[in-house]
């Protein structure tokens, strides 16, 4: 099994530092000035996920809180982002803006003092890992292709598994085990609230995952308590695998110039993944069609079938912090309608 999981995961050999290693400076007010000896200008370039994870932790003071050794922090998280695949939008670059929309996410109001700090470490570390190792496919065609993924997580939240199961193996090493001072009994709680926050991020949970979440806020709401009260760890988890959702899916909410450049990437993604099924003679996905209008027809209708409903009962909880975002996404979805149209209208004119 050994060596299947090696050969599954091939994670590469990637750069160590040690305790004499000077530790970049990121830019920040931080408890732990020793610690910042260089700049991370010659880093922060090509490791956009390892500069903003780690400026995250200092922000945090996760590194101090947790005894987490900054030069395995930088070990790990090159490892991680050099597991990152260079695939056209799961790669590193999506990694940092997961982990930094979940860093902004985590200050609104309604549940800024409402998690511990154990938990946004939790929190934190699932947003960064949780696309590792993603190979630009989907979960569905891993799954009719048979691929070696698929038989070993037999079809169940394939790519989501295969993340959380890479980024715990990264911490096996003893150079990159950033949570070496954790007791056995709060790693143990650690790793099952990442894998529950992970998995979470599978699509084929969404319908269940934000009717969960929307009974949660109406029983909330019928309590007539306008603070979020989570007594136990179902309620906990829920609102953090809901967090997690939304951070993954935060793109639509950006600015145009932001959101258009996301997509743009998706879509190139998606194109290859219709290639591959067409040359294995696979019905190619709707999404994967290569045709002018397939970008702004598949975005519409994600929007309104998954993204404002999450986003809407999102910010019911955190309000009125959600009501830019939800400007935006709305701006974002008539961008898409007016291109579809003007693309309707031009494909009618030529007939």
């Known amino acids: 099994m050994r060596l299947i999981m090696a050969q599954i995961y091939n994670v590469p050999t990637t750069k160590t530092f040690s305790e004499e290693t000077p ?22 370039g090509e490791r956009p996920l390892t500069a903003i994870t780690y400026r995250i932790f200092q922000e945090r003071d996760l590194i101090r809180t947790f005894s987490i050794e900054p030069h395995k922090l930088l070990s790990y998280l090159f490892a991680l ?5 260079q695939v056209p939008y799961h790669n590193k670059l999506h990694g940092a ?12 109001s309604g549940i800024k003092d409402v998690f511990n700090e154990f ?15 993603h190979s630009g496919l989907t979960n569905p ?9 698929a038989i070993l997580y037999n079809n169940e ?10 980024a715990f193996k990264l911490l096996q090493a003893d150079e990159r085990n950033i949570f070496s001072n954790l007791s056995a009994e709060q790693m143990e709680t650690l790793r099952k609230r990442v894998v529950d926050m992970v998995l979470a991020t599978d699509m084929a949970k969404h319908k269940t995952l934000l009717a969960d979440f929307q009974n949660l806020l109406e029983a909330k709401k019928m309590s007539g308590n306008d603070y979020l009260t989570l007594e136990s760890y179902d309620d906990r988890i829920l609102v953090l695998k809901n967090l997690i959702h939304c951070a ?19 879509m190139v993604e998606f194109w290859k993944q219709g290639d591959a099924e067409r040359d294995l003679g696979l019905d190619i996905s709707p999404m994967c069609v290569r045709s002018p209008t397939t970008k702004d027809k598949h975005q519409i209708g994600f929007i309104n ?14 309000y009125p912090d959600a009501n830019t975002i939800l400007e935006t996404l709305a701006q974002n979805r008539e961008w898409h309608e007016a291109s579809l149209a003007a693309l309707t209208s031009s494909t009618t004119d030529n007939s």
């Open 119 to 133: 938990e946004i470490l939790a929190a934190i570390f699932a947003a960064v890992v949780h696309d590792v190792h």
């Open 248 to 266: 993954d899916l935060s793109n639509m909410t950006k600015p145009l110039d932001t959101y258009s450049k996301w997509i743009d990437r998706l």
């Open 97 to 108: 803006d997961v982990c930094q929309s979940m860093h902004v996410l985590l200050n609104s």
């Open 305 to 318: 079938s998954f993204v404002h409903p999450l986003w809407e009962t999102w910010g019911s909880l955190v």
């Open 141 to 149: 065609f891993l799954i009719k292709t048979k691929n070696d993924l």
């Open 23 to 44: 530790i970049p400076e990121l830019g920040v007010e931080t408890p732990q000035p020793e610690e910042l000896r260089v700049e991370l200008n010659p880093i922060s």
């Open 81 to 85: 982002e050099d597991s990152y695949q």
């Open 157 to 166: 939240s394939v790519l989501e598994n295969h993340h959380v199961a890479v």
